[in-house]
Each structure stands twice: as C-alpha cells, then as structure tokens.
C-alpha cells in the first residue's frame, strides 16, 4: 500500500518568513495529493491540492509542488503570519473511485510575530 | 450549509467500557469516512461507506469496533470493549458520490480510554 513520509515534524518559523513542508510517496500510480490545514481544537481544512499532471499550483501565498519522478511533493507558505500558525498534513491517493488518501504525521508550524 | 457534525466530542472512559461515537455527514453526501489519529501519528484510514454500504473497512483495527450506517444517512462507529491503546481523536469525512477528491472533515471525537 501506499505510504506516506512528512517533514519535519515541528516547524518554528518568524513572521514574515517562508515556510517549506515535504512529503514524499511510495505509490507510483498516486495522482492526488491534497494539503490540510487543522487549526488547535478545529477540524482538517483543505487548503490546495494539486494532480499529477502539473508540476507546481500556487494559491495567493500558499503554492505546493510535485515532482513524479522523485515521488515527492512540498507545501511552501511565503510571508507567514501568526495565523498560519496549525498543523499541515499532506496526503497521497490514486484519486478517484472510492478515493482512500494516506496522510502522512503532520507538521507542527509555529509562526512567532 | 451545516459542516460534518461529530458527537461527542471529547468522551473520557475507562478500559473494557463500551463508546460510541456519531457522525452526521453534510446532508446529500453518500460517501463517508472514518478516520482515527494517535497523538504525533497520522491520521489513519478506517472505513469508507458509500450510503449504507461499507466500501472498504480494511483500515478497522479488530472486531471490538463496528461501525454502521443505516439508512445512508448518518453513521456510528461503536468500540466495545475499549481498550488503552484506542485512545486518540476519530474524525469523520463526507464527499458528494460523483465529485472530485475533496472531502469535508467534522472536527473529530477525543476518545481518552483510562
């Protein structure tokens, strides 16, 4: 089955500063890797997504990237702000059909004003 | 539109006690997850149903937990008995049946088991 690597486990970053989460993937037929944001004691948002037929996907200051060859994929956040301030977890399925994602442990981002 | 709603959501219980925790998907949604995360683990796949049939419950840890969806709408996962090691926070998911991936978490069950 599919298995699912994040890094690092707890990220502690200034405001203003840039913030990088990676995962990598065990599956080669994953096609759909969505990000969630699960902000203290509320339930797991997702905040993008990308497919397997592109390479990078950018929200306002939020852009994740995939590369296939390497099975990895990375979360980037630019500008931090204290409210960004939440677990991120990434996840990896072959979307579609009954669509299972696997998650991988989450990481902690702490931003510092 | 109402969010997925979960109840209870903290239940603090003492092992070889029976819980049963319950979800209300947003209404329409024929597709339903189960998940479970232990403290610093990753949010684990349970079970999936879509209506009132389980589509793939590979992900249930025993038989001491059963969940069920009766009439398609809303869902209850039961763990009788409890043991330690089932503490952790249970989240439920929805999705439309033919949609995208997307799926719509409720903001989870804390299950201490003492």
């Known amino acids: 089955g599919e298995n699912v690597e994040q890094h690092p486990s707890t990220l502690s970053v200034q405001e203003g500063d840039s913030a990088v989460i990676k995962c990598t993937y065990s599956?080669?037929?994953?096609?759909?890797f969505p990000w969630y944001k699960q902000e203290l004691g509320k339930r797991p948002q997702l905040i993008i997504d990308?497919?397997?037929?592109?390479g990078e996907k950018k929200d306002q200051r939020i852009a994740v990237t995939l590369n296939k060859t390497a099975k990895h994929f990375s979360l980037h956040i630019t500008e931090t702000q204290p409210e960004d301030s939440a677990v991120y977890f990434c996840?990896?399925?072959?979307?579609?059909?009954?669509?299972?994602?696997?998650f991988g442990r989450g990481t902690s981002l702490i931003v510092h004003p | 539109e109402a969010g997925v709603t979960q109840f209870p959501s903290h239940s603090v219980i003492e092992k070889g006690q029976t819980v049963t925790l319950r979800c209300d998907p947003i209404?329409?949604?024929?597709?339903l997850y189960w998940y479970r995360r232990v403290m610093g683990k990753e949010i684990k796949f349970l079970l999936h149903?879509?209506?009132?049939?389980?589509?793939?419950e590979s992900g249930m840890p025993n038989n001491r937990f059963l969940a069920e969806r009766t009439g398609g709408t809303y869902s209850t996962l039961k763990v009788q008995p409890a043991e330690l090691e089932d503490s952790g926070v249970y989240f439920c998911?929805?999705?439309?049946?033919?949609?995208?991936?997307?799926?719509?978490f409720g903001p989870g069950t804390r299950l201490l088991v003492l």
């Open positions: 998911a929805s999705r439309p049946l033919n949609s995208q991936e997307t799926q719509y």
């Open positions: 599956d080669s037929a994953s096609n759909y």
């Open positions: 990308i497919r397997s037929n592109v």
């Open positions: 996840a990896a399925s072959r979307g579609g059909g009954s669509y299972i994602p696997t």
């Open positions: 209404s329409g949604h024929d597709n």
């Open positions: 149903f879509v209506k009132e049939s389980k589509q793939d």
